[in-house]
């Protein structure tokens, strides 16, 4: 695959050819979490290893934000004394690890996706419904090729 | 690398894809003023305050219910507070406060929060799910099949393809026809509340049935004590209704209201307990009929945790992002969205979202109401008549003309395959729709 070396040499010099949507698993309910398997479309452009840690930690963080303990009960219960009114104050906790995954995924976009010509999309931004991930060709080696892909569709 | 083929991408701008500006569309979009989201939303809401505040299109019967409180609770603290001051203790003006102002606050809350609405998927995902693989390797787009199932604790679910919102929802999500939006754990839609009841504001309207039910209990103890009070003595009771004139209005008020406030007070406290939604109870989803507990599949099995799971779980943030800008390079249709539906899409289907005219819903708003508020009966009939009128009146055919701007990122919809039963689909040939999703993604 394409070589880029950091984040904006992806910007400049390369345009988008396909993109992989990783969907939400299920099987444990409504909790937030996504399927771990690496889709074939990008077999050839990143080592399974590293997609799978990627979505793991990603899982781990949302079940880190909707975990129900001792600290939910005692904000739940704070918050519904106060009539709600402190959730317009204060930051709730799944905010704040929403903003940790904002940075892990552009930690991890700049150091391992866009040196393959891969690129991840925040799953808030899409409803959290899939992770996105944007493949790219080099413009000048590509020429003319365009969706790459005519296996099947991303993992479930 | 040539110049000529430079091509700057913004991540940012990736999300919504920008769709091919024609030169008349170019020269139209003068504005440079930067759009908030929310002004391009496609769901039947209305926002206030730039996007901070969201409501349900129809705002229903809310100034009602406010007004309702608001007058009883005004008229018990001018015309009985003073006399039970005098007569028992400061407390009760007090505690009647502290309670007012609990109710109307969670009921606010309640209103002006985003439910948990779901945004629709963008043309990319809406192609990735309809491409299907035959076994030759051959690439063709369909709708997906209608239902997916998949196992949830253990348990068998069904996911409901949404035509509108054009996925596949999540479990426990449903499709509010008036506000035609995907509402994450779908409660119901309320009309007192004038919005739907979903999982980010469900918490605050438990608050506001129970604190409202406490609220009428309270004021009708109140005024009961104060008119026997008065009545002693050598009055009389009906002297004492004279004297006091207010409190026959907040008698009649609270009387009538603390039949459906205890009853969905009780009903809800059951949901909670048992962690499940009103539209789950109603479909009888998982109750079997050998009688068993229940098949849950979300159920903690315990009522402590599952109330706990439910009123004190996280906040979810909403997915919706009102206010946060559009990228500058997406230039929104406005196509009527109405008029786009093929006129043999709509089915008679609760969850396919078709037009209906506005005045119908409106009668059957209102009739929906009368039947709410004459019945004493359970809450369970009083919530199956608000809901269920509703989903017949989807079900009609004709489509009216909408004004609403679809989302930046949902392009002329003309080019996609229309959601029509494959029969109608004749007159489009699979080049045709290849070269309109080739167009789409590229």
């Known amino acids: 695959?394409?070589?880029?070396?950091?984040?904006?040499?992806?910007?400049?010099?390369?345009?988008?050819?396909?993109?992989?949507?990783?969907?939400?698993?299920?099987?444990?309910?409504?909790?937030?979490?996504?399927?771990?398997?690496?889709?074939?479309?990008?077999?050839?452009?990143?080592?399974?290893?590293?997609?799978?840690?990627?979505?793991?930690?990603?899982?781990?963080?949302?079940?880190?934000?909707?975990?129900?303990?001792?600290?939910?009960?005692?904000?739940?219960?704070?918050?519904?004394?106060?009539?709600?009114?402190?959730?317009?104050?204060?930051?709730?906790?799944?905010?704040?690890?929403?903003?940790?995954?904002?940075?892990?995924?552009?930690?991890?976009?700049?150091?391992?996706?866009?040196?393959?010509?891969?690129?991840?999309?925040?799953?808030?931004?899409?409803?959290?419904?899939?992770i996105e991930i944007s493949i790219y060709e080099d413009r000048s080696s590509s020429g003319s090729s365009t969706s790459s892909s005519t296996t099947s569709s991303s993992g479930r | 690398m040539k110049n000529c083929e430079y091509q700057q991408i913004d991540p940012l701008a990736l999300g919504t894809p920008a769709s091919t500006p024609t030169s008349t569309q170019c020269a139209k979009n003068k504005s440079h003023r930067p759009r908030r989201k929310w002004e391009v939303f496609p769901g039947r809401n209305?926002?206030?305050?730039?996007?901070?505040?969201?409501?349900?299109?129809?705002?229903?019967?809310?100034?009602?219910?406010?007004?309702?409180?608001?007058?009883?609770?005004?008229?018990?603290?001018?015309?009985?507070?003073?006399?039970?001051?005098?007569?028992?203790?400061?407390?009760?003006?007090?505690?009647?406060?502290?309670?007012?102002?609990?109710?109307?606050?969670?009921?606010?809350?309640?209103?002006?929060?985003?439910?948990?609405?779901?945004?629709?998927?963008?043309?990319?995902?809406?192609?990735?799910?309809?491409?299907?693989?035959?076994?030759?390797?051959?690439?063709?787009?369909r709708p997906p099949p209608r239902t997916k199932e998949i196992i949830i604790n253990g348990e068998v679910v069904k996911l409901k393809y949404c035509f509108t919102c054009k996925m596949f929802r999540p479990p426990r999500t449903s499709h509010c026809s008036l506000c035609d939006n995907c509402v994450e754990r779908f409660d119901h839609h309320c009309p007192w509340v004038g919005n739907c009841v979903g999982k980010r504001n469900y918490r605050f309207f438990y608050t506001f049935i129970v604190s409202l039910s406490f609220l009428t209990s309270f004021i009708l103890g109140c005024v009961i004590t104060h008119l026997t009070l008065r009545s002693q003595g050598d009055k009389g009771f009906l002297q004492a209704l004279q004297e006091s004139p207010a409190s026959v209005v907040e008698l009649v008020v609270c009387f009538f209201s603390i039949w459906s406030t205890l009853g969905l007070s009780g009903f809800h406290t059951y949901l909670v307990a048992s962690n499940l939604t009103t539209n789950e109870d109603i479909k009888g989803s998982w109750s079997t009929k050998r009688g068993e507990e229940s098949g849950n599949p979300y159920s903690y099995n315990g009522i402590f945790r599952n109330c706990c799971a439910v009123l004190c779980g996280p906040m979810p943030p909403s997915l919706i992002d009102r206010r946060g800008f559009l990228p500058p390079d997406v230039i929104p249709r406005t196509v009527a969205s109405g008029s786009e539906l093929h006129p043999f899409m709509a089915k008679n289907d609760t969850n396919m979202c078709t037009q209906a005219p506005k005045k119908l819903l409106e009668t059957v708003a209102h009739s929906s109401l009368v039947h709410s508020t004459c019945t004493s009966a359970t809450p369970k009939t009083a919530l199956v008549t608000q809901e269920f009128p509703f989903n017949s009146v989807s079900s009609m055919l004709s489509p009216s003309n909408t004004t609403q701007v679809p989302?930046?990122?949902?392009?002329?919809?003309?080019?996609?395959?229309?959601?029509?039963r494959p029969a109608v689909r004749e007159g489009i040939t699979q080049k045709g729709m290849l070269d309109a999703y080739k167009y789409q993604v590229s």
């Open chain 1, 1 to 130: 695959g394409p070589e880029f070396h950091n984040l904006q040499e992806l910007r400049q010099s390369a345009s988008l050819a396909n993109k992989v949507f990783i969907q939400r698993d299920y099987s444990e309910g409504t909790v937030c979490k996504f399927h771990t398997k690496l889709p074939s479309e990008l077999d050839s452009r990143i080592e399974k290893t590293l997609f799978e840690d990627t979505v793991k930690t990603l899982n781990n963080y949302y079940a880190e934000a909707e975990k129900i303990g001792g600290h939910a009960y005692l904000e739940g219960c704070l918050a519904c004394i106060t009539a709600y009114l402190i959730f317009l104050c204060m930051e709730t906790r799944y905010e704040k690890v929403l903003k940790k995954i904002s940075r892990y995924i552009q930690e991890q976009n700049e150091k391992i996706y866009a040196p393959r010509g891969l690129l991840i999309t925040d799953p808030i931004e899409r409803g959290m419904r899939v």
């Open chain 2, 46 to 141: 209305r926002f206030y305050c730039d996007g901070r505040i969201i409501v349900a299109r129809q705002c229903g019967v809310l100034p009602l219910t406010l007004g309702l409180i608001v007058v009883t609770s005004v008229l018990f603290f001018i015309f009985d507070c003073p006399f039970l001051v005098t007569h028992l203790t400061i407390c009760i003006p007090v505690v009647a406060g502290v309670l007012f102002l609990f109710v109307v606050i969670t009921l606010l809350q309640t209103s002006f929060t985003d439910p948990g609405i779901l945004p629709r998927a963008l043309p990319e995902e809406v192609t990735n799910t309809e491409r299907q693989i035959d076994n030759s390797g051959s690439v063709t787009y």
């Open chain 2, 407 to 420: 989302l930046p990122a949902a392009r002329d919809n003309r080019r996609s395959t229309p959601w029509t």
